[in-house]
Nanobody, 122 residues
Framework: QVHLVESGGGLVQAGGSLTLSCAAS???????LGWFRQAPGKEREFVAR????????DYADAVKGRFTISRDNGKNTVYLQMNNLKPEDTAVYYC????????????????WGQGTQVTVSS
């Protein structure tokens, strides 16, 4: 069982930066953490993922080089550092978790936060 709470969303101008936080509680052993986003009228899409206890990290091509997923073990928190934001990044961002290895499809993740809105103006 994993409980997730996101925070840190807001309004930012294109080219700016924002950091999202995902506070996790419960199981962390063999747990994969992921970030997804969903824009109006669009499907939920993969952004980034990593193991809680490992360093295997994947990024979607659209955010590679601009976003960074990291964690603070002492705070049980996962972060999504977003730099050089673009209007196309506007979406509701979700933190997700699953036990064991999974892919990049949102349907493979079992536990979800409630989401936080990120809006990037041009």
């Amino acid at each position: 069982q994993v409980h997730l709470v996101e925070s840190g969303g807001g309004l930012v101008q294109a080219g700016g930066s924002l950091t999202l936080s995902c506070a996790a509680s419960g199981r962390t052993f063999n747990t994969m953490l992921g970030w997804f986003r969903q824009a109006p009228g669009k499907e939920r899409e993969f952004v980034a993922r990593r193991w809680w206890t490992g360093s295997v990290i994947d990024y979607a091509d659209a955010v590679k080089g601009r976003f960074t997923i990291s964690r603070d073990n002492g705070k049980n928190t996962v972060y999504l550092q977003m730099n050089n934001l673009k209007p196309e990044d506007t979406a509701v961002y979700y933190c997700a978790a699953s036990f064991g290895p999974v892919g990049t499809s949102w349907s493979e993740f079992n536990y979800w936060g409630q989401g936080t809105q990120v809006t990037v103006s041009s």
